[in-house]
């Protein structure tokens, strides 16, 4: 797992909440490994997650539905 930076204030308790939910699904043994190779960026995120946080790259012009 990959978060958006070494001083994420989540990084002590993400991990143990992913844990906890992967194990809700039916899995009996997790683990999370946090990593920060290769390094988040906004490029990463899905179109959808793009959509909801209303994220364009720097330098896009806004579109009818930006605010």
């Known amino acids: 797992m990959t978060l958006t930076s070494p001083f994420c204030p989540l990084m002590r308790i993400l ?3 992913v844990e906890d939910e992967v194990r809700r699904l039916g899995f009996k043994e997790v683990s999370v ?3 920060f190779d ?3 960026t906004p ?3 899905s179109e959808e997650a793009k959509r909801l ?3 364009r790259a720097a330098g896009t012009p ?3 539905e930006s605010p």
Do not use: D, G
Request: cysteine-free; charged content about 30%.
């Open 15 to 17: 991990p143990k909440i």
């Open 33 to 35: 490994e946090l990593t």
């Open 38 to 40: 290769p390094p988040w």
């Open 43 to 45: 490029e990463r995120m």
């Open 53 to 55: 946080l209303q994220y």
């Open 62 to 64: 806004p579109t009818e």
